[in-house]
């Protein structure tokens, strides 16, 4: 059977060194494998040379398509959301979604109700320069999802997304890999990994650091986030509780803002705790994959 | 319609739809045709016998110098702004290969201009043949195709001059630069070089083939009125050596030439490039 997606020895040169570095890895129909690394890591390059749009060095198979030699084949076989979508700003919803999908020879009327699943209906009118960074994703996502494709590529997905747009995306993740579609995606987000992924594939400096399955990766364990919490009064009762019940999380206070260092995977349970003990909270701010300085090999991940 | 066909027209639409929107080129189909119909009705008033040559005289100078201008910042600006804009990756992340957008870019680009020149001939047209009897209207319609020609050449120029820069002002000043050197400058440069390097004909002959411009320029007299002083030393030599027939067969070669290179060596250069 073809996999949807096979990399060998896949490499990138800048003048100012390598930004990749024998990349090989495999995907299977109905797989999901997360890339996780720091900025600056590769992930992005990869998947710019998984869809040919740079030059590279190695092998990129789509479906079997060689994509060195063969792009515009094996890109009908990929949905591609990018990091940060660009479209053409003075085309409304509706004009991109059909532009698109004319490139991609998919019927109208399947755009169009691509664009209404996504509850873009109401802005179909709208020119894509009024739209937010959300909106935009969505609109990307839709672009993305409209041809049904075999292959998936996500960079960074949950970019830009709330947390409901979170949960959201990571159904559609689901729902996309029960119906065997091949999914790589991106993330910072270390703590969607185990719920979203079957394998993980960790680049530090351009090269693969691992690659195997998410519930062997212990990169989410050493995952931090801090968590900035605008409370309506009673903050020293806040950070006294929460010195407390999480000694292991620093507090700190910045302006009108505590902040809380904690694990990612606690930062829900940090909430739950303030809210519990009848302290009401105006704002919430979440800055994922802040590097911990005592785990080097976790804020090498988790950046 | 093949597959490759109708991106291409996907491609075309779109730059057809920017095109209408754009303002740069109302704004010059606007001044074109003023001032086509300014030189068409100038033409009436000062010689009865005027009509269709005298405007075709008139217009040769104005598309020279404006044809070109518009051709170089239209093509100058079409690959690179695409890549500013980032819109340049998500179109090739679709099935759609680098030959195919930049095809679509082209074709998009010479028909917008096209209707934008053809609306100012048209215009002037009307104009002449509401105050004439209509004489000289196969030279008119002639001049009409050189400018078609020129157009192709121009924005084929103006798409590798896009290809090779990385940031849209620069390209546009390449094509400012290369508009002043094609169009204003090259006549007494080309002349004063080849006078001090080289008296030979094979010299002026070279100067004329290196610019498509001047090229046009001579095809369009030697159409309108083959007269040795209007025709310029280099336009004076190639008739004189070479004969009208033969000028006419080299220039048009040296039109075709000056469209496909480019676009072939812009192809090329395209795809060996990063999109993103």
Redesign the interface.
Known sequence: MVMPLVARSVGKRYRTGAALDDVTFELASGEVLALVGPNGAGKSTLIKCVLGLIQHSGTVEIGGVAVERHGKAARKLVGYLPQNPAFHPDLTVRETALFYADLRRVPHERARAGVEAIGLGEHAEKEVAALSGGMRQRLALALALMAEPPLLVLDEPGAGLDISARLELRRLVQDERERGTAVLLSTHWLEDVPYIADRVLTLREGRVTSLGPASEADLIAHATSRLFLRLNGRSADAVALLERHFPESPVARSGDWLVVTCAASRKARVVEAVVEAGISIADIRVEEGTPDATQPEAAAATS | MS?SA??VW??VQ?EL??AS?SRWLAGFALTFTLLALGLSLTGSASDAQGGFSRTTAGLVNLCLLLVPLLCLVLGSSAVVGERE???L?????????PL?LLIGKYVGLTLAVWAAVGLGFGVAGLAIALLHPITGIVQYLLFGLLSAGLTMTMLAVGLLLSVVSDARMKALALGMVTWFVLVLFYDLAAIALALTFSTSGQALLLAVLANPVEGVRILAVIELQPDLRILGPMGAYLVNELGVPTTRTILLAQLAAWTVLPLVAAWRLFE?????
């Open positions: 597959e109708a991106v996907t491609l779109k739809r920017d929107r804009r980032g819109t990756a998500t179109m090739l992340a679709q099935p759609v290969s195919e060996q490039q990063d999109y993103a």
